[in-house]
């Protein structure tokens, strides 16, 4: 079983006041297909249930060559031409993006057999997923990644719930400059199907927790 993904990007847009909606409609018909066929994977797209003017999505790449070639395809493409002002329209803010790999060689998503509905689905999602992510003022040293994944596992089994994911920051220069990252951030992140903290691990500045409720057609849905 593959797991996804070597490179993942966890983005997240201040979007204006009450156009949240309008582009996920727009995104779920013209930027999830188009994006998949250059070699990205849409893993999925959130509405953030604490700010109704987030939109919240994961997008992931082999690696970072890839990562360039596919970027500069679509921002470059016909199709981000003909949509990027409506969709750009209803941001105030889409610099808030995290740079992430895998925490070890085995936490990726695991997608394999999930189909997304098709173009035009619009039945509600009922789970939900949880982004913990915490914040350290340092690098992680593998070991400090070791005790994280340790201690997310063992708050998980003891919470009878289901860790999906565990990253941490790709320390990568971003090869894509015209799509800013969050390229100063030390960070550990869990996505499960409840909040998951790290609690033995002493070095945290702080933890952000993202309640994410699944669009119609996003791949994860908790």
Not at 91 to 111: I, Q, T, Y
Not at 140 to 150: D, G, M, P
Not at 175 to 189: G, K, M, S, T
Not at 190 to 216: M, N, W, Y
Request: hydrophobic share 40%.
């Amino acid at each position: 079983m593959r797991r996804c993904c070597p490179i993942l990007e966890l983005r997240q847009y201040t979007l204006h006041s009450g156009r949240r909606e309008t582009l996920i409609e727009l995104f779920e018909r013209e930027f999830v297909e188009s994006q998949e066929i250059l070699g990205m994977r849409i893993v999925g797209q959130f509405r953030d249930a604490h700010d109704e003017n987030r939109f919240v999505w994961l997008r992931g790449f082999a690696d970072m060559a890839s990562r360039f070639a596919a970027l500069h395809a679509f921002y470059s493409g016909p199709v981000w031409k003909r949509h990027s002002e409506a969709a750009n329209a209803t941001m105030v803010d889409s610099d808030n993006v995290l740079l992430l790999r895998p925490a070890h060689e085995s936490s990726g998503f695991l997608l394999d057999g999930v189909d997304r509905p098709p173009i035009g689905e619009t039945a509600v999602t009922a789970g939900t997923v949880y982004a913990t992510i915490h914040h350290f003022k340092t690098p992680l040293a593998a070991e400090s990644i070791e005790r994280c994944v340790r201690s997310t596992a063992r708050a998980a089994k003891y919470a009878g719930v289901t860790l999906l994911a565990s990253f941490v920051t790709d320390p990568s220069p971003n090869n894509y400059p015209a799509l800013p990252i969050r390229d100063r951030e030390h960070v550990f992140v869990s996505f499960s199907t409840v909040a998951l903290e790290a609690r033995d691990i002493d070095a945290v500045r702080k933890i952000e927790v993202l309640k994410l409720e699944p669009t119609s057609r996003s791949l994860l849905r908790g």
